[in-house]
């Protein structure tokens, strides 16, 4: 029977949990996922532990948070005054905004704080700082 392999094109079905149990993803709702085994298209980790696997087989992954979206990180949360958005501009919490940097580079972050003078965004990836469980399948190898 085929094991899954670098080079190899896979599709795997899985829920990805948080340590409270909360489902953070799931290809129930969103379609299995396929792509090459060493292609970056996943975490590293994730890859490292279903090459060897068999279709049909199913496995429990942890990956730490630095195996995954890695620490929340302070830098990237910054505060900006709210005379630097547009007047009348509606901002709330949890808004993400498309904010555009010195150099071209342009971030969506995340608004969390609102007030008279200014307004705190977080460009933290929303799963950093967390410890995710895949339970997946591997549901074909090509």
């Known amino acids: 029977m085929t094991q899954a392999d670098i080079g190899r094109t896979v599709t795997i079905s899985y829920i990805g949990t948080l340590d409270n149990g909360r489902i953070f993803h799931s290809t129930d709702e969103h379609g299995a996922l396929t792509f090459v085994i060493g292609s970056d298209h996943v975490f590293p980790t994730l890859e490292q532990a279903i090459i060897g696997m068999r279709v049909t087989e199913v496995k429990n992954v942890l990956l730490t948070a630095e195996q995954a979206y890695g620490p929340r990180r302070r830098e990237n949360i910054i505060k900006i005054s709210r005379n630097d958005f547009p ?3 509606e901002i709330t919490c949890g808004q993400k905004l498309s904010i555009d940097f010195k150099g071209g580079v342009s971030r ?3 608004v969390t704080e609102v007030n008279g003078t200014d307004v705190t965004l977080d460009g ?4 950093a700082g967390c410890d995710l469980t895949f339970a997946l399948r591997l549901d074909k190898i090509e």
Not at 124 to 127: Q, S, V
């Open 87 to 89: 007047a009348g501009k």
């Open 108 to 110: 969506t972050m995340v």
């Open 124 to 127: 933290n990836h929303p799963l």
